[in-house]
Structure formats: C-alpha cells, structure tokens
C-alpha cells in the first residue's frame, strides 16, 4: 500500500489514537505518543505538514513492529 504523501504529524497523533497512544508532551515542533498497548512504546514524530515520506516510513515501521503488523495491515487499521 503506497503511504500518504500530504499528512500532517498532528493528522497523524490523531489516527494513532486508534492504537491506544496518547500525546504526553510536546516540546517545539516534536509531538511525543505513549501507549501501554502491549507494553509501553513511545514515539516521536514532527508537527509538520506534511510529514517528509521518509520519516513517515520510519514512524510507521515502528509502530508496526511494536504491535506485531505489517506495515500494510497497520495503514489499514488506521485508515490514512
């Protein structure tokens, strides 16, 4: 499945939600998500619109592997 190429990082912390994360702080343009969803991860991603492909790539991986889904199932569940 190709990746969004126009989302915003808040766009994104708000899908995420979904997924049980939660915004904990934000220091400047950095945007930080928690979740405790099979065991506590933690994420960082930019406040920016939008998001550079790369870095979106990274960010989803992430939190594919951290919830055992491919990075395919995971745009799926969030519906981006």
């Known amino acids: 499945m190709k990746l969004p190429r126009d989302i915003s990082g808040l ?3 708000k899908a995420l939600k979904a997924l ?3 915004i904990t702080r934000q220091s400047g ?3 930080r998500l928690t979740t ?3 065991g506590e991860h933690h994420i960082t991603i930019p406040a920016h619109d939008p998001i550079k ?3 979106l ?3 989803l991986s992430d939190t ?3 919830h055992e889904l491919s990075r395919d199932e995971l ?3 969030l519906d981006l």
Request: hydrophobic share 40%; glycine share 12%; aromatic share 4%.
């Open 11 to 13: 766009s994104l912390a």
């Open 20 to 22: 049980g994360y939660e």
């Open 29 to 31: 343009s950095h945007i």
């Open 36 to 38: 405790a969803v099979n």
């Open 53 to 55: 492909i790369g870095t």
């Open 57 to 59: 790539a990274g960010i």
């Open 64 to 66: 594919a592997r951290h």
């Open 75 to 77: 745009l799926r569940n």
